[in-house]
């Protein structure tokens, strides 16, 4: 078999073991929590997003592990790019995106502050286990005040929250157990197995394993999100289709990149200078995008969604056009990027929540 096909399977089978462990992670962590009599709200705002993003935390951990450092965090950077671009443009082509949650506004801004810091704590060259650990400290903060928040209001938070069945909890604590336990075996294999194709491919295409996490392995592992967002918006709960990307994309840069840098036994993580440089200021941008996106009428419709689509196309083309026999041309790509599309994405933006404004008042 062709080393290129080999690593090419290689992946699609540790995209599929993360996506089928995840799933079994979920149900046997949600069983043990009803079993021990956790509320569905406390479930749904701590398990069942843990289990969206575990696929990253498994791949990022094991490629920690292995020392691929750099498609460690670009597995991360190049996640929360998808998450807002991909998975929030496509929901919001399917229906177009009611923003009413607390979620939303009070995620956000949040969301902005932690990337800011992460490109801060990364500039440097290397994210140290001492940021790591600041992380999973916010961590914690924000899961407490998620949840006393979210017991405060009740009545507009519990609608923003995944389904979970009544009788999950009729499996008994020991079948619970042994789903977990599998789940998080299928996780690990699913993910080494990830790695490996994902760098024997870099190796054989010639690219760097930034290029590879950032869009390869960034992609599979945020199927998850990816569907759990479209079936929410098929069913009208747009609350969670948004939900579920701003708070996955919390989750990757608190407990996955946090953890990583923490189990890097006190070196620390190593950025590579072309992420400190183009792709952690994109993640950035991206969480800036969002709020006057969600300014605009009070919703994200289907003309944003195709936006976010189409400037996620342009980015990957940025990242894989210098790798290609019209590398020569990347230079102008980028300067039409830069003096067109982006005050074209700007304009419609502005446009639409100065609209939104003059309405409201």
Known sequence: MPPFLSAFLEVLVGIALL????????????????????????????????????????????????????????????????????????????????????????????????????????????????????LLLALVINSVWEIRTAREQPDDSGSAEPDIEENAASGGWILAVLRLIGGIGILTIGSRVLVSGATEAATYLGVSEAVIGLTIVSAGTSMPELITSLVAALRGRTDLAIGNVVGSCLLNLLLVLGGGALAAAGRGLDVSPELIQDDLPVMLLTSLACLPIFWTRGRISRLEGGLLLGLYILYIVDNVLPRTTLASWSDEFRLLMLCLVLPVVMIVIMTQALVFWRTKS
Do not use: H, K
């Not at 009599?37 to 997003?49: A, F, R, Y």
């Not at 460690?72 to 929030?88: K, P, T, Y």
């Open 19 to 134: 996506f089928g462990g995840g799933e079994i992670f979920v149900q046997g962590a949600v069983t043990l929590s009803l079993i021990f009599g956790i509320p569905q709200l406390v479930i749904g705002l701590t398990v069942v997003s843990l289990g969206t993003s575990a696929p990253e935390l498994f791949v990022t951990l094991s490629s920690v592990s292995q020392g691929f450092d750099t498609l460690a965090v670009s597995n991360v950077v190049g996640s929360n790019i998808f998450n807002v671009m991909v998975v929030l443009g496509s929901s919001a082509l399917v229906m177009p995106l009611r923003v009413e949650s607390r979620l939303v506004r009070r995620d956000v801004p949040l969301l902005i502050a932690v990337s800011a810091a992460v490109w801060g704590m990364a500039s440097a060259g290397r994210v140290t286990w001492q940021a790591g650990l600041a």
